[in-house]
């Protein structure tokens, strides 16, 4: 059945703004071959000329962005092997996923024209939503921002509730971009120190589509994949009731009316239409205290990095004017690649058109049981402190740059660790630990409202935020860093061995 909608799309008239929106896309699955509890996949990093929101861009992906979604089951043994057909090296990090860090490994490079294999077993009890992106120090924002990432999706016995089943799932992978004209342009000075933002907002690659649900219920599996940007998602006229955070589903739903998603960040929701009718899904202003490259810049970078991103400018732009947070910039009759930072503005990201009429299905009344981590037991409590000497673009941990010859932190195989995460700067870090997923303690001062696995968890401005580490399963070296990929190009990242 064509609607309305699909025909005037697909003769193109294009022009009818009303008659614009882009259905909702969902990225492809990425084919396996399934036998005996094994799974086969092969995953290739290349360069890619695609078509994003009807302009030409040059990127490099994962074949297609966002890049296939990799569907696991929890138990199953998997043999990815990893490609490199891009002119440069790079490697896969499965963001998330509790596998032996010898298998994934930050530090082990993939040679232009060379292959990996990536060996490991799904564990139990990790249903959830993960992703895969390169992790190349230096090069990690660039990468990143170009298209590299795929979501990596584990399935388990509890996808089975029929509150879960009945749901209509979808995968919302959100990123911004900048072009100029159908190229990536480089990275300014003020790109390392801030992060790169763009003012083309995208979902699954789509501007502004339009989800038309078949069903009243709606799981969401939401990833944000954005370099810098942070989203502070509401769903206009409903609330979000979170089922699962980055490492997989909570006790039970917890009722949020927006939920705020940090680079590196994953969540699933489910909404629950209750009236018929359109419904954006928004993303809410947020702070995250980037610098003003616009006026209120302090004059720290000198005239270097406006150069650069002014010189740049490409005119006509996007076309996308009225919904990239280009502040004053726009007013110059310039628009450069790299947007105004500071206080996003309201974007809407999403329209859900519901059903007629409407009947979601009850919310589960219980979840998957989430371990209660003994804190009173732990073998050690560290302080990590974030730092920066923002003109140089520097960025410290414990007053140290990333050294991948240095050990930062040395533990004990089997213990569990209270680290205390201190965000000495003037803007928000995501933390990252590779791994070993942790539970949050308190965040300045205050217990944490649910117990939820995370692996990435977001630091305020002058805030602490206390998290329970248990270091089990597997020994090796591993990494913690920003997940606001700047920042760890540019030496937010430390060494963890554990032994
Ligand atoms: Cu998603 Cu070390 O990163
Ligand atoms: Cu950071």
């Known amino acids: 059945k064509y609607g309305a909608l699909g025909l005037v799309g697909g003769y193109g008239l294009s022009r009818l703004p009303a008659l614009a929106q882009p259905s909702f896309p969902q990225p492809r699955a990425l084919e396996v071959l399934r036998a005996d509890g094994v799974v086969e996949a092969q995953i290739t990093a290349r360069q890619s000329n695609l078509t994003l929101s ?3 861009a040059r990127l490099m992906t994962y074949g297609g962005f966002p ?16 490609t490199n057909n891009l002119p440069e090296a790079t490697n896969l990090h499965l963001h998330g996923l509790h596998v032996p860090a010898s298998v994934d490994d930050p ?45 990596l999706v584990v399935e388990g016995p509890l996808d089975a509730l029929p509150e879960l089943k009945g749901a209509e799932e979808h995968v919302l992978v959100l990123k911004d971009w900048a072009f100029s004209g159908d190229r990536i342009p480089a990275w300014t000075p003020m790109d390392w120190m801030n992060g790169r933002e763009g003012n ?8 502004r589509p339009t989800l038309r649900a078949q069903k009243a219920t709606l799981r969401l599996r939401l990833l944000n994949a954005s370099n810098a940007r942070y989203y502070r998602l509401a769903l206009e006229n409903h609330p979000l009731y979170l089922i699962a955070t980055d ?50 810049t302090n004059g720290m970078m000198g005239d270097q990095g406006m150069g650069q991103g002014m010189g740049q400018g490409m005119g006509q732009g996007m076309g996308m004017m009225d919904h990239g947070g280009m502040g004053g910039m726009g007013d110059t009759g310039m628009m450069g690649p790299m947007p105004v930072m500071g206080p996003t503005r309201l974007e809407t990201l999403l329209t859900v058109v519901a059903p007629a009429s409407p009947k979601p299905l009850p919310l589960p009344a219980s979840l998957a049981p989430v371990e209660r981590l003994e804190p009173a037991r732990a073998a050690a409590t560290r302080r990590l402190v974030l730092g920066e000497r923002m003109a140089q673009a520097e960025f410290f941990i414990n007053d140290r740059m990333f050294d991948p010859g240095r050990v930062d932190i040395r533990a004990k195989l089997g213990t569990l660790e209270v680290w205390e995460l201190v965000n000495k700067t003037d803007m928000d870090h995501p933390f990252h630990l590779h791994t070993y997923p942790f539970q949050v303690l308190s965040r300045g001062g205050k217990p944490a409202p649910y117990r939820a696995w995370k692996d990435t968890v977001n630091l305020r401005k002058d805030e602490t935020v206390r ?21 760890e190009d540019r030496g937010m990242m430390g060494v963890l061995e554990v032994r």
């Open 54 to 56: 009807g302009r030409p």
């Open 67 to 82: 890049g296939p979604t990799l569907r696991l089951r929890e138990g199953e043994t998997v043999r990815l092997n990893f």
């Open 107 to 151: 530090l082990a490079l993939v040679q232009p024209g060379e292959s990996r294999l990536y060996e490991f077993t799904v564990p139990r009890g990790s249903a959830g939503t993960y992703w895969y992106h390169p992790h190349v120090h230096g090069r990690v924002a660039p990468q990143l921002y170009a298209g590299l990432a795929g979501l």
């Open 200 to 207: 083309l907002l995208t979902v699954n690659a789509a501007v």
């Open 247 to 296: 490492g997989g589903l909570l006790e039970k739903p917890v009722e949020l009316s927006e939920l705020l998603l940090a680079p590196g960040e994953r969540a699933e929701v489910l909404v629950r239409l209750s009236r018929p009718g359109n419904h954006r899904l928004q993303a809410l202003p947020y702070d995250r205290g980037a610098m003003m490259t616009h006026g209120g």
């Open 467 to 487: 998290i329970a580490v248990p270091l089990r399963d597997f020994g090796g070296v591993t990494v913690y860093h920003c997940h606001l990929v700047e920042h």
